[in-house]
């Protein structure tokens, strides 16, 4: 867990902040980007241009500074948790695990589930996934596991 001395915090989006969740996604995973497809710059920031969600996405802060992103979206029956990168300074140091058990707690309270897919090559983020709790429900689509919080 983050050290209680650490401020976690959500923020809406603003100015600036598509090209910095670009950067981030490049950062935290283009290497299984890479792994899987290749890094193509033009594609990746067509693909980034066409598919950011403004509408769900939140910056990630750690002590006022801006340290992740996270997507989320609640479909009324289960929360989706479509995209959580943090910059690797802050990875491996407990952040993201308050994130996440922050949003299963919501979730559980309001009876929902949440659910995720993650990519097959990120080994850390599915054995992170599994340790908090969440089962494999599937392969929905090639390189990715759907997983879900509490198990069905």
């Known amino acids: 867990m983050a050290r209680k001395s650490h401020k976690v915090a959500l923020r809406r989006l603003r100015s600036g902040d598509d090209e910095f969740c670009f950067q981030l996604h490049r950062s935290a995973l283009g290497e299984y980007v890479e792994a899987i497809w290749g890094w193509d710059e033009?594609?990746?920031?067509?693909?980034?241009?066409?598919?950011?969600?403004?509408?769900?996405?939140?910056?990630?802060?750690?002590?006022?500074?801006?340290?992740g992103a996270l997507t989320?979206?609640?479909?009324?029956?289960?929360?989706?948790?479509?995209?959580?990168?943090?910059?690797p300074v802050y990875q491996g140091r407990g952040f993201?695990?308050?994130?996440?058990?922050?949003?299963?707690?919501?979730?559980?309270?309001?009876?929902?589930?949440v659910v995720l897919e993650v990519l097959d090559v990120n080994k850390r983020a599915k054995i992170f996934y599994e340790r908090i709790g969440f089962v494999e429900t599937?392969?929905?689509?090639?390189?990715?596991?759907?997983?879900?919080?509490?198990p069905p």
């Open 42 to 67: 033009p594609a990746q920031r067509a693909h980034h241009e066409k598919n950011f969600d403004v509408e769900h996405t939140q910056i990630i802060t750690v002590d006022g500074h801006d340290a």
């Open 72 to 87: 989320v979206e609640d479909t009324g029956t289960d929360v989706v948790l479509g995209r959580i990168e943090l910059d």
């Open 96 to 113: 993201g695990g308050h994130i996440v058990l922050s949003l299963v707690t919501e979730a559980a309270s309001r009876g929902q589930a």
């Open 138 to 150: 599937g392969r929905p689509r090639v390189h990715k596991i759907a997983m879900r919080y509490p």
